[in-house]
């Protein structure tokens, strides 16, 4: 270890102690309104810029990871409001996500998943609205969100030979592709060899994802096997770097044991650049091997696709600038973020300027490609951009935002010169988002910050806190003005700002548009159908204001029972769901839309069934009955008793049966 890393390593930790003596000190008193020093007529400015008076939309979309709770959550900006939770990865009762046949199947039995990286799909290099990818870092998966109506359409996963999907998902600048990277190495194919072998016998790997330009479609296009280093953070390059993805990694050390000594003995880590072109054609060409079916490619066989840049100590994020000619990467164990340019790396690769290699990979000659390592503050995390000229870099140890030039910089530059400004946040930034921050054309108003901690920043709630956002302004003045803060569910990691004009979604399902078999549009269609051979009753109710067609569902003990509930309505926001009491259902059906439930009515009795979503005057009229009858005793509700049991409407709805609150 030399003298700088020690004295970085000094600071760092010299921070941590103070960071945290602040932390407690304002944690024993919190922090009341009026405390903050801040001019009456800076509060009034910002109140001005955030408050969004009651009817009018915010300006932009924040899509926000919902880390380790499997969901993505929706905010306004810049009044910060919280607008909805898309559920991917995790049950979500509140729009029956994962209580339907159809979720229930995309889950795949995973009850959980971590979502750390959103990635809006692009068109030229910026966000087209269509849809949103997010990874799962748990089970190795990528989940699509349709844009159109913001419901989670695929989930693509477990990726095979992939463990830990944390550097993903980064979507190429036409949606050719999602690309993702392995945080964990394991063998590969998946099997036991015992951790002493780990530099040898484990492997990490990249993907891509290939995306189908017309529906979205995901599925697995190619996989370069890595040494077993831990890939963090990825980016995609942009006009003249399209074509090239970056990594980078910690752990070159290739260690076990405790990561934060072993993998921390390197002054340098790696970016990987990747040109997956290249990969493609090689998987054309047939010079991938099928590794748990998908075509997996060995960069020591396969010159051309991969090269290593090395990057200082431990690196986490990896930004490319708006030009695509500058990338990004963050230090976190060393103070400074390295950036080098596109063109130099293309000389360098054209030139073979290597200065050795890891497991057959090129590492390309650092002094070759570098512009410039700058200064910017203690633990660097992830960059984003304003499309001015300037970068802003997260500092976690500092707690701060750092605004700094980008290249092109004069001979001679002074590096300190390069830092324009710092802005405290509250506390320990992780992510930073601007608004269409990480495409071609960032729009350069707004920054959110998102913190890690919020200890003293809100009401006492307990040991179980919530995380901060912190809304920036980055235009007025050319300067970083602090906003506002809010609070979010455990727990963001990345996020999007997408501006409203960009996005379309719908207001309702269409009846036209429905092709689900098992929709029906009128309750003369609703019926009920048993087969006593197979034990299964089949049910398809018609829910509209204020009734759930039939009213009436008969089964045996033990039946299998198939509900297909169709909401008949077309208008904006008639929502019904569809709750069994005891029976652990609850399935809400937006209008126009047919869903599924199916469950084995194992406990006789009588379950109500209850519309769940307050729709109209009468919802709480909306209702029915599930008569789960003992085994051994006779079902009433059929006409024939026996064999194929049919129990068909006979009755009109009643005329009460209301349509008011429109
Ligand atoms: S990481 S706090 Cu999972 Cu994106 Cu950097
Ligand atoms: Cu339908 Cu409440």
């Excluded at 700088?4 to 960071?19: F, S």
């Excluded at 708006?322 to 990467?329: D, F, V, W």
């Amino acid at each position: 270890m030399n003298n700088r890393t020690m004295g970085v390593i000094a600071a760092v930790a010299a921070a941590i102690v103070v960071v945290g003596w602040f932390a407690t000190r304002s944690g024993r008193r919190p922090a009341v309104p009026g405390e903050q020093v801040m001019a009456t007529a800076d509060v009034q400015a910002a109140a001005l810029r955030t408050y969004v008076k009651p009817g009018d939309l915010d300006e932009y979309y924040l899509f926000y990871s919902g880390g380790h709770s499997g969901q993505v959550y929706v905010a306004g900006v810049p009044s910060m409001r919280h607008i909805a939770t898309i559920p991917v990865f995790t049950p979500y009762p509140g729009t029956g996500y994962g209580f339907d046949e159809e979720t229930k199947a995309m889950l795949g039995g995973y009850t959980w998943g971590d979502v750390h990286h959103p990635a809006l799909s692009k068109t030229n290099g910026d966000y087209d609205g269509r849809w949103l990818f997010v990874n799962d870092n748990a089970n190795n998966r990528v989940a699509r969100i349709d844009l159109r109506d913001f419901k989670t359409k695929q989930i693509l996963g477990p990726i095979p030979n992939t463990m830990g999907n944390h550097g993903s998902s980064m979507v190429t600048d036409n949606t050719e592709y999602a690309l993702v990277a392995t945080r964990f190495s394991v063998p590969v194919p998946q099997r036991y060899e015992p951790l002493e072998d780990y530099a040898t016998k484990y492997k990490g790997a990249v993907t891509g994802i290939k995306i189908d330009p017309n529906t979205g479609e995901m599925s697995i296009g190619w996989q370069i096997l890595t040494p077993p280093f831990n890939w963090d953070l990825g980016a995609t390059g942009k006009g003249p770097s399209h074509g090239w993805a970056f990594w980078t990694s910690y752990n070159s050390e290739r260690a076990t044991g405790k990561l934060e000594v072993t993998a921390s003995q390197r002054d340098r880590d790696y970016v990987a650049v990747v040109d997956w072109r290249a990969a493609e054609r090689a998987v054309r060409e047939g010079r991938a091997r099928r590794i748990s079916g998908v075509p997996v490619i060995d960069p020591a066989e396969v010159p051309g696709v991969m090269y290593l840049v090395p990057c200082a100590k431990s690196p986490h994020g990896v930004d490319v600038d708006p030009s695509g000619e500058y990338i990004i990467c963050s230090g976190k164990l060393s103070p400074t973020v390295t950036v080098y340019s596109w063109q130099k790396l293309k000389q360098a690769i054209d030139s073979k300027a290597f200065t050795g290699h890891e497991d057959g990979i090129p590492v390309i000659d650092y002094d070759q490609v570098v512009v410039m390592e700058v200064p910017v503050g203690l633990g660097p995390l992830h960059t984003q951009f304003d499309g001015r000229g300037n970068a802003y870099t997260s500092l976690f140890v500092e707690s701060a935002v750092v605004k700094w030039k980008l290249p092109p910089y004069e001979p001679g530059t002074d590096p300190e010169s390069l830092i324009l400004q710092k802005i405290p946040v509250h506390f320990n930034i992780g992510h930073l988002v601007t608004a269409h921050g990480d495409t071609r054309n960032p729009r350069g108003d707004y920054l959110v910050a998102m913190n890690k901690l919020s200890k003293g920043r809100h009401l006492n709630v307990g040991p179980s806190l919530p995380e901060s956002s912190q809304l920036i302004d980055i235009k007025t003045g050319d300067r970083m003005t602090m906003l506002y803060e809010a609070f979010t569910e455990p727990e963001p990691h990345f996020a999007q700002l997408v501006h409203r004009d960009v996005l379309n979604p719908i207001e309702f399902y269409p009846k036209e548009e429905n092709r689900n078999p098992n929709a029906i549009w009128s309750p003369q269609e609703a019926r009920v159908v048993r087969n006593a051979r197979t034990r299964t009753v089949e049910a398809w109710v018609y829910a509209i204001r204020t009734y759930f067609e039939p009213g009436r569902i008969q089964v045996q003990e033990g039946d299998t029972v198939i509900i297909h509930i169709t909401n008949a309505e077309q208008q904006r926001d008639e929502i019904h769901g569809f709750g069994i009491a005891e029976y652990n259902k609850n399935i809400v059906i937006d209008p126009g839309e047919t869903k599924t439930v199916k469950f084995v009515a194992d406990k006789y009795g009588v379950y109500p069934y209850y519309c769940t979503n307050f729709c109209s005057a009468l919802h709480q009229e909306m209702q029915g009955y599930i008569e789960v009858v003992p085994r051994g005793m006779r079902l009433t509700m059929y006409d024939n008793g026996e064999g194929e049991m049919r129990f068909e409407r006979r009755e009109p709805a009643l005329a009460m049966a209301g349509h008011e609150g429109h």
